[in-house]
């Protein structure tokens, strides 16, 4: 069945740097588009960012210009990098992919941005 694992969140500082990365099975990665969320207590669930299989990418405007997703097929990894991180992203983080009308979510990875 499809297993998607986060791991690189942690606790940073303002303006500080994560790299975020999501390894994915049980399915042909290399066809799906994947996505990186978050959810902040007492919020609903937002994109931040996907990346399809071509390698189009698209980001939620709160993070335009610091955020980057990548993705390495060969080892069925996706990876998100923060940048210029502000306590507003904290949040838990979560990978998903989207089969046969199904999403999938990781178990999520926690991102604190506080001095």
């Known amino acids: 069945q499809v297993q998607l694992v986060e791991s690189g969140g942690g606790l940073v500082q303002p303006g500080g740097s994560l790299r975020l990365s999501c390894a994915a099975s049980?399915?042909?990665?290399?066809?799906?588009?994947m996505g990186w969320y978050r959810q902040a207590q007492g919020k609903s669930r937002e994109l931040v960012a996907a990346i399809t299989s071509g390698g189009s990418t698209n980001y939620a405007d709160s993070v335009k210009g610091r955020f980057t997703i990548s993705r390495d097929n060969a080892k069925n990894t996706v990876y998100l990098q923060m940048n210029t991180l502000e306590p507003e992203d904290t949040a838990v983080y979560y990978c998903?992919?989207?089969?046969?009308?199904?999403?999938?979510w990781g178990q999520g990875t926690q991102v604190t941005v506080s001095s």
């Open positions: 049980g399915l042909f990665f290399n066809i799906y588009t």
């Open positions: 998903n992919v989207k089969q046969f009308g199904l999403d999938y």
